[in-house]
């Protein structure tokens, strides 16, 4: 068991940018496919992005395909989310989460490990 900690959320305006960043703290010397996921108010917790632990796959929701963009940083186990042009609609609290299972075998499945969340906050 590992927990990821994210941060980086808070209040944008509309159409601007912010990047969510998130680690897994442990030292460990597995690899982890790592997604973010969100929640918004009322809503059900839905797969944001995801990336295999190599970043050889990636896969994202229809609703911020070319928008957002996940990459893995230099240090293991890192994850980030760039996040563009931001809507109204992308106001969620965002989690961090990551599995040692394939990623492309988990992206409709319970992932194992999950942050506290970090909200994000787009102001029309």
């Known amino acids: 068991q590992v927990q990821p900690v994210e941060s980086g959320g808070g209040l944008v305006q509309a159409g601007e940018s912010m990047k969510l960043s998130c680690v897994i703290s442990q030292r460990t010397v597995s690899n982890f496919a790592m997604a973010w996921f969100r929640q918004g108010e009322g809503a059900k917790n839905e797969l944001v992005a995801a990336?295999?632990?190599?970043?050889?796959?990636?896969y994202y929701a229809d609703s911020v395909k070319g928008r957002f963009t996940i990459s893995r940083g230099n240090v293991k186990n890192t994850v980030y989310l760039q996040m563009n042009s931001l809507k109204p609609e992308d106001t969620a609290t965002y989690y961090c989460?990551?599995?040692?299972?394939?990623?492309?075998?988990?992206?409709?499945?319970?992932?194992?490990?999950w942050g506290q969340g970090t909200r994000v906050i787009v102001d029309a």
């Open positions: 990336i295999a632990w190599n970043s050889e796959k990636t």
């Open positions: 989460a990551a599995d040692t299972r394939p990623v492309d075998q988990i992206l409709q499945k319970e992932w194992r490990n």
